[in-house]
């Protein structure tokens, strides 16, 4: 199977309807891609008590340094309502010069166009001068459990050592070029639960209101703010997301109250620290009597919901400046480094190696008609096969 062009690449991924956990054949249709050109492929099963078990894929190309990985996922979410598509969300549907399909950007694409970019490379040039690996989850849209976690483990175990990684995550606001990340922010979440007093809503004497507790609490997360941003990353933000009190009648005081949040840190906090800092304020705000007036100080717990996301900022410059000057060499303009978004893989892979995400752009993914322009596709393989040949250039020198 020829894997030169990104467009037959990207159509043959869509048609496998691999929304998570399932695999649905897009593994098996990126092993076949890969073998042709000399990779050596690996399929990896984690599993883990309460989710479900996940295929992985790892395939590397060479057995010396330096060794660039790229990484990325062959899960999507969900279609939605597929009535609601222009095309059936696995056919990779062409009209009007875009390709539709689920994964099309988010990140099927970016995947097909790495592909292509190293079989333009071993046509042109033969194999690199080092090693190219794929290490490639089936859980990136999931629990982020059985995934590139444990895929990462099975591979260091087994003494995968790697110098560099770019993940193909879609990366671009607007058009390919505007953006390179070069870090993430960290991100914590936690639920609070205030402990009241039940009772008549005409009684309050007899009861303790957790509202008015709750209230204070998630005022004293808000404000005031936790920094004012450092030079590489925005002001940390804290957004309460949910306040939840279950009571359906006007004239009871409920029994509980609780709060869940999410915030988004930088490099001033470590999660750690930002957790004593959280606790310092509820303790404050628990104390006092805003708004309850000689009670007791607000009784409360706190559920951290799941393990936090560390900041991390990528300073390598091989990395950075061959994705860089790949970038503005075909698209005539320099991106810019950022650190904004959400949280990704590179989180893990960070642990392991210098690591940076670039891929198409990010405006349709997810979304009922997520599509790709066709154009964008040759220009992404474009960049991916001028970063490759400088990387390695870079990193031999």
């Not at 897009?26 to 008590?49: I, N, W």
């Not at 479900?52 to 309502?81: K, Q, W």
């Not at 997810?366 to 991916?384: K, N, S």
Request: proline share 6%; hydrophobic share 40%; aromatic share 6%.
């Amino acid at each position: 199977m020829t894997s030169t062009d990104p467009i037959t690449n990207l159509a043959t991924l869509i048609r496998c309807p691999s929304v998570t956990p399932a695999e649905g054949g897009a593994l098996s249709a990126l092993e076949e891609l890969l073998k042709p050109l000399g990779f050596t492929v690996e399929r990896v099963v984690a599993k883990d008590t309460g989710t479900p078990d996940i295929e992985n894929l790892y395939a590397r190309l060479g057995s010396d340094g330096p060794h660039l990985m790229f990484a990325g996922h062959t899960d999507v979410v969900p279609v939605g309502d597929e009535a609601a598509w222009t095309h059936p969300p696995f056919s990779a549907t062409i009209a009007g010069g875009e390709m539709y399909g689920r994964g099309a950007v988010d990140m099927k694409g970016g995947i097909a166009c790495f592909v292509a970019a190293v079989a333009r490379h071993i046509e042109k040039y033969g194999a690199p001068k080092g090693s190219i690996s794929f290490l490639i989850t089936g859980d990136e849209e999931g629990p982020a459990i059985n995934g590139t976690v444990k895929l990462l483990q099975w591979a260091a175990a087994k003494g995968e050592r790697w110098d560099a990684c770019l993940v193909g995550e879609p990366t671009n606001p607007d058009a390919l070029g505007d953006m390179i990340k070069i870090g993430r922010r960290g991100s914590l979440s936690g639920r609070i639960t205030v402990h009241g007093v039940q009772g008549h809503a005409a009684y309050p004497h007899l009861a303790d209101n957790p509202v008015r507790g709750i209230l204070q609490l998630t005022e004293a997360l808000m404000d005031p703010p936790f920094d004012s941003g450092t030079e590489s990353f925005q002001p940390s933000n804290l957004e309460v997301t949910t306040i939840d009190v279950g009571n359906p009648a006007v004239n009871v005081i409920p029994a509980k109250a609780s709060a869940s949040f999410n915030i988004r840190f930088n490099d001033t906090w470590t999660a750690e620290s930002l957790m004593a800092e959280i606790i310092a304020r509820l303790d404050r705000a628990a104390a006092s009597d805003k708004l309850r007036p000689d009670r007791a100080p607000v009784s409360y717990d706190i559920v951290w919901n799941e393990r936090p996301s560390h900041v991390f900022l990528t300073r390598n410059n091989a990395l950075i400046d061959s994705l860089s000057g790949a970038v503005e060499a075909v698209v005539g303009r320099q991106p810019k480094l950022s650190t904004t978004g959400g949280t990704s893989d590179a989180r893990f892979i960070k642990d392991y190696c210098p690591v940076v995400e670039f891929g198409l752009v990010g405006q349709t993914m997810h979304m009922v008609d997520e599509r790709v322009a066709v154009a964008d596709l040759e220009t992404l393989t474009g960049i991916y096969e001028t970063f490759i040949a400088r990387w390695f250039g870079h990193a031999a020198a």
